[in-house]
């Protein structure tokens, strides 16, 4: 059964490449952001989170986007059989968020993270981005590094071309 764990930055692309992997594969996807993130873009409770991660994660099959932390990326990692890293330059996700916080601004946006909650504050938004790029980013590639050659399937997208060709293939 596949368990696909696409992983990267904010603003990336992750959500709405899992929901396209979910329709055409017919796998449940998860949305980290709707464990991890409160309506008022406060973090749930660990316990809460970790409980809710690891019912998901037990599942036989599931498409899993987003991070939550780094103790339950790395427990996702390890069940997934496939994973997915979106690895854009740090730009293209301060171009993402900021046209997602128009639309959101706008009433207009269609796929709010974690389903619905209201516009997370914008400076916030852009330090999380420029933290998981700083310090997240380069775990993730040494997690994907260390996965490949233990003989997973790992896909690493670079850009929006390769992610827009990627997602056209599937």
């Not at 596949?2 to 998860?30: D, E, F």
């Amino acid at each position: 059964m596949p368990r696909i764990a696409i992983l990267g930055n904010t603003a990336g692309g992750k959500s709405t490449l899992a929901r396209h992997l979910s329709k055409v594969r017919n796998i449940a996807h998860v949305e980290i952001d709707q464990l991890f993130w409160q309506p008022d873009w406060s973090t749930t409770p660990s316990a809460i989170y970790e409980q809710n991660h690891t019912n998901a994660i037990n599942n036989e099959d599931w498409i899993i986007d987003g991070g939550g932390d780094l103790p339950s990326i790395r427990k996702r990692v390890d069940r997934a059989n496939q994973l997915i890293l979106i690895d854009l330059p740090l730009w293209i996700h301060f171009w993402h968020a900021a046209e997602r916080q128009m639309a959101w601004a706008n009433g207009t946006i269609e796929h709010p993270p974690g389903g619905g909650m209201e516009m997370p504050p914008t400076c916030r938004l852009f330090e999380i981005i420029w933290q998981v790029d700083r310090d997240w980013m380069p775990v993730l590639r040494k997690m994907c590094d260390e996965q490949e050659a233990s003989g997973k399937s790992v896909v690493r997208l670079n850009s929006i071309e390769e992610l827009d060709a990627y997602t056209r293939a599937c």
